[in-house]
């Protein structure tokens, strides 16, 4: 395994063929010049990110960062992956990074950023936020400083941009997405004329339907499964007034957003919405 790249004394890059990798380790490129080999025992990192630019951008950041930073990162990454209910993209070794690296920074000499999100991100993304309170504790043993609430938000839009496809328009498109959710729950309490138990797990699980389908909204992706038709009918029928709030959540959306609504997705917000109210009925 020869360098191809010195990015520091701890960060190097190799090449295998077409493929390149960024390989980490303390002084693992200390008195090293390129073309010289690694040693193994050394290596306690290795990133091979698909996306050519990605891969590139991360680079240039570790050229600045120090190595702790860095794995505190990819622990928080790691711990995320283990409770998202979808996979991150790679765009996220180099958002959580850069904006961890920063916050520190920035709590250290006394600038306190507010999240004017916050409260929609605890009403909304619950895991990603729960996962956000867990990275301020990994933070905190690794650095000896404890980042406000606000910045556990913060990680956990990062998480949840990273559980988008790559094509999309990052954090400016989950406050859209926000939007949304705010606008169907509240359809939905209108036409029932209710308040949600917001700690039951019916609601949690309608919540993070939304969140999905508004994704897929903005992606201009619409889910198309194998549902037979008469699945459908007989939830229209079983639920009717599941039924009929969704299709005012279809008109708004037709309206508000020039996109249709699947009748696959109907079928699936009429079985969500049915099992949120259920208990309230």
């Not at 693992?28 to 590139?56: C, P, Q, S, Y």
């Not at 939007?179 to 797990?201: A, G, T, W």
């Not at 079928?267 to 919405?273: A, E, G, M, S, V």
Request: aromatic residues 10%; negative net charge.
């Amino acid at each position: 395994m020869k360098i191809g790249k010195i990015l520091n004394h701890n960060v190097v890059v190799i090449y295998e063929g077409k493929a390149e990798k960024i390989v980490m380790g303390c002084g693992i490129a200390f008195k090293k010049r390129v073309g010289d080999k690694i040693e193994e025992e050394k290596i306690d990192k290795v990133f091979a990110l698909e996306n050519k630019d990605t891969n590139t951008k991360l680079q240039q950041l570790l050229k600045d960062i120090p190595m702790e930073y860095v794995e505190v990162s990819e622990k928080i990454i790691e711990y995320a992956r283990t409770k998202a209910e979808r996979n991150l993209n790679d765009f996220i070794y180099i958002t959580l990074l850069d904006h961890m690296h920063m916050a520190i920074i920035r709590q250290r000499e006394g600038i306190c950023v507010k999240n004017i999100m916050l409260w929609d991100i605890k009403k909304f993304y619950r895991e990603e936020f729960q996962i956000g309170l867990k990275a301020l504790d990994m933070i905190e043993e690794a650095f000896d400083i404890r980042l406000p609430e606000d910045e556990a938000g913060f990680i956990a839009l990062h998480i949840v941009n990273a559980q988008m496809d790559d094509n999309h328009n990052g954090i400016q498109e989950i406050g859209e997405v926000t939007k949304l959710i705010h606008q169907i729950v509240n359809i939905v309490k209108y036409h029932f004329q209710m308040k949600f138990d917001e700690d039951s797990v019916y609601y949690h699980r309608f919540v993070t339907h939304l969140k999905f389908f508004a994704l897929r909204l903005f992606q201009k992706n619409n889910y198309e499964g194998q549902e037979e038709e008469d699945l459908l009918a007989l939830v229209k029928t079983k639920y009717k007034s599941a039924y009929e709030c969704t299709l005012k959540i279809t008109a708004y959306i037709a309206t508000t957003y020039s996109y249709a609504v699947s009748e696959e997705e109907q079928l699936y917000l009429t079985i969500h919405i049915e099992k949120a109210i259920r208990q309230n009925r």
